[in-house]
């Protein structure tokens, strides 16, 4: 459902930020990409969007290329980013309905909207509520709430526990538990080493745009990811 | 796609403070002008009516041929309550057979009035920018400015706002996120310009002494498309440079210098730069000329023979123009008539002379006026301007049309007047009221009618006022009816045009841009 084949991106500036990436997410699965800030896992996400063109290789969803055929890829694919910032002047409502009609999910209800909102745990209370008033841990729910609703088999996710607290954050790994039992394959970069090794099929250590590490659930049974990781990142 | 994103964008514009003030101001602005210009036109509206009737009873009072001269009321233009065109264009055109109309001196000053329609206006370029406000100008300054202000963060806003990334992944295109955030703008610009709009109609449609006919509507509509298409310019424009910015504040400084570029300095600074270029020598040149051809022509008529016979009383004659003399005799009626059918054909042949080397100098003005027109044209602000008194019939072209109409008239008042220089009537009415002859013969009736009931009685006797007009029956009637549909749209077409391609190429160029706008 995600793959990442040989892709690197090499910008303007000269920095190597992904070197030669190869990673294959499949449906039902959780592939945490650990790192270092400005290890590349964001610029990996940023190419599965085509926000930024690759400087060779290739990022599929679907099997479609993203740079190729981006509104195509994209279709398959949900974003939620570190910060979810939405349009404040507009209802928690509103701002779903807009984000699903530009995903293509017409006649929805209010109460479709409602029942999403329920889901991923924001209060009644917030509804209708301008989005300017909410806490990062409500606009990160909503930031779910507009991926669920787009219905899309794979959902990437740059750093969303970043900044919550620790009941925020569990909820948020709940309803992404949740959607692995849905079949949606899940691309979340973090620097939360526990909270990977809790939810995550896979793990990816980057470091300066290399792969330098990837091990299954399995693999990681009877290891410390933390001082693995940390001994990742020592290595020079 | 491009839908959600339009409406999203009025959503979000209609919910902003910034949208509230700025459709407050245009409101503000666009009422009080447009209810100034209302009443101005009203009061222009009267004056026609009250100098077509003042021209007529003048004319309906000429004594004799030679005085006539015929006043051409132009009416003013509805559309001018919109644009009120160059300022300085005189209301109406004299003809008479002293005269041949030409744009280039019909202030009535000789060489004075220039075509390009500056010519009483302030030197000061800034001076004369705000010495003419109209609602083509609110709308060019203020609803350019709210575009300014409505559409600098659309991009740099969203990015630091970290919407942008949202909306991309949403399956939004670049080229659509351009066009809905494009349309959206402009949907949200057409409100206050609507309400504008509106204002104006709503204040015509209630005055008392106006009434709005269907080509006025008609007119007001294709204004308010214009109004439009100059707006989607403006936008497109500051949608481009935004696209160059990823900072909000800085793209509002850029925006704002550019707004003032193509606001102010290019109008202004083209102006001033054009006046570099004034044909000042021609106008030297046409001065000197005339001198020379008054000098030859009072050479000329010294040179005709002719002596007084007997005295005139109540006279006026004019070396340039028509003459009417009373109380004169038979003899000298006469002996004046056999004098001025030599004078009267050179006075037309002056008067045609001078009309040639007046076109001459026209010739050089209108070069200088496409030159100024040129150094002025890259601002949206002047094209959307130029469109506007094209199609309102105010601009100087126009005007230029109604003399040339005037010109032909003139041909057909010749016609009519030519063969009447060899009767009497063409310069006395003396034979018609011979009662009113002050000979030897009566002057002891005079003076004892002056004994009686002192001078004031003669004077009223030998008035012009007891002689009947003269008849002008078979006088032709101008007729000069506004610019046609036709006529109008050819003048706006250049500019039109312009702001399409304008509008084009700053969408195309956008479209290129938002696609390496860069997201990181």
Redesign the interface.
């Known amino acids: 459902m995600i793959q990442a084949i040989d892709l690197t991106k090499r ?1 303007e500036d000269g920095l190597l930020a992904l070197d030669h990436l190869n990673l294959t997410i499949t449906p039902g699965q959780i592939y945490c990409l650990l790192g270092a800030n400005g290890a590349g896992k964001t ?1 990996t996400i ?1 190419l599965f ?4 063109e690759p400087t060779s290789g290739t990022a599929l969803l679907n099997g479609k290329d993203c740079a190729q055929a ?2 195509e890829a ?2 398959y ?3 939620v ?1 570190e ?5 404040g ?2 209802t928690a409502r ?1 701002n779903l309905d ?2 699903s ?4 999910r017409k006649n929805l209800e209010r109460e479709d909207y409602y029942m999403v909102m329920r889901q991923v745990g924001l209060p009644e209370r917030a509804f209708e509520q301008r989005v300017k008033t909410f806490s990062k841990g409500m606009r990160q729910k909503l ?1 779910i709430a ?1 991926a669920i609703l ?1 219905q899309a088999p794979a959902l990437l996710l740059d750093e969303p526990t970043s900044g919550l607290d620790p009941k925020a954050g569990a909820e948020f790994v709940d309803l992404l538990t949740t959607l692995r039992g849905e079949g949606k394959a899940i691309l979340m970069s973090t620097h939360d080493v526990f909270r990977a090794k809790e939810i995550a099929d896979v793990v990816g250590i980057m470091k300066e745009g290399v792969l330098i590490m990837e091990k299954t659930r399995e693999d990681l049974k009877y290891e410390d990811l933390e001082k693995l990781y940390l001994k990742y990142m020592e290595v020079s | 796609m491009i839908r959600h994103i339009i409406q999203k964008e009025l959503r979000v514009n209609i919910l902003s403070m910034r949208f509230h003030a700025g459709l407050a101001v245009s409101a503000l602005m666009m009422g009080i002008v447009g209810y100034v210009l209302i009443e101005d036109y009203a009061a222009r509206v009267q004056k026609y009516i009250a100098d077509v009737q003042e021209h007529r009873e003048a004319l309906a009072q000429t004594k004799v041929y030679s005085m006539v001269a015929i006043v051409v009321d132009i009416p003013p233009s509805p559309l001018s309550v919109f644009s009120r065109g160059s300022q300085d264009l005189p209301t109406s055109v004299r003809v008479s057979p002293y005269h041949v109309p030409s744009a280039a001196d019909e202030a009535g000053e000789g060489a004075t009035i220039s075509l390009h329609g500056t010519g009483s206006r302030p030197s000061n370029p800034l001076l004369r920018m705000f010495s003419s406000i109209d609602l083509t100008f609110v709308i060019s300054t203020i609803l350019s400015l709210f575009a300014v202000i409505l559409v600098f963060d659309s991009f740099s806003g969203e990015l630091e706002q970290g919407t942008l990334k949202m909306l991309l992944s949403a399956s939004a295109g670049r080229a659509q996120l351009y066009a809905g955030k494009f349309l959206g703008a402009l949907v949200s610009l057409a409100i206050p310009l609507t309400v504008g709009f509106l204002e104006v109609i709503v204040l015509w449609t209630i005055h008392p002494g106006l009434a709005l006919d269907a080509r006025a509507w008609a007119d007001a509509g294709l204004v308010y498309l214009c109004s439009l298409l100059f707006l989607s310019s403006f936008l497109a424009l500051a949608l481009l440079i935004a696209l160059y910015a990823r900072e909000s504040s800085s793209c509002l400084m850029t925006l704002l210098l550019a707004w003032v570029g193509v606001a102010v300095v290019i109008p202004a600074g083209g102006e001033y730069l054009a006046e570099g270029t004034r044909p000042v020598s021609a106008r030297e040149n046409l001065l000197a000329a005339e001198a020379r051809s008054k000098a030859d022509f009072e050479k000329t008529i010294e040179g005709i023979d002719y002596r007084q016979i007997g005295g005139w009383n109540n006279a006026s004659t004019d070396q340039f123009e028509g003459e009417s003399l009373l109380g004169i005799t038979a003899e000298e009626v006469q002996n004046r008539l056999a004098y001025n059918l030599k004078v009267f054909p050179l006075k037309f042949r002056f008067a045609e002379d001078h009309y040639s080397a007046v076109e001459a100098y026209g010739q050089e003005l209108r070069s200088w006026r496409g030159v100024r027109e040129n150094m002025i044209r890259p601002s949206l602000c002047v094209q959307y301007s130029n469109l506007v008194s094209a199609l309102a019939g105010t601009d100087a072209a126009a005007f230029e049309e109604t003399v040339a109409r005037a010109r032909r008239y003139r041909d057909a008042l010749m016609s009519f007047l030519q063969p009447r220089v060899e009767s009497p009537r063409w310069f006395t009415r003396a034979l018609d009221y011979p009662d009113v002859q002050p000979t030897e013969a009566n002057r002891a009736y005079w003076q004892s009618l002056i004994d009686h009931q002192g001078e004031r009685a003669v004077e009223r006797i030998l008035s012009w006022d007891r002689v009947a007009p003269v008849d002008l029956a078979g006088l032709p009637t101008p007729v000069l009816a506004p610019p046609g549909a036709g006529e109008r749209a050819e003048r706006a077409m250049p500019d039109l045009l312009l702001l399409f391609a304008c509008c084009g190429l700053c969408c195309t160029l956008g479209i290129i841009r938002v696609r390496r706008y860069p997201l990181n």
């Open positions: 910008y610029t940023n969007f085509n926000f930024i981006p509104l994209k279709k694919a949900a974003y980013s910060n979810v910032m939405l349009y002047n507009f509103q807009f984000f009609r530009l995903a293509g930031g507009i787009k």
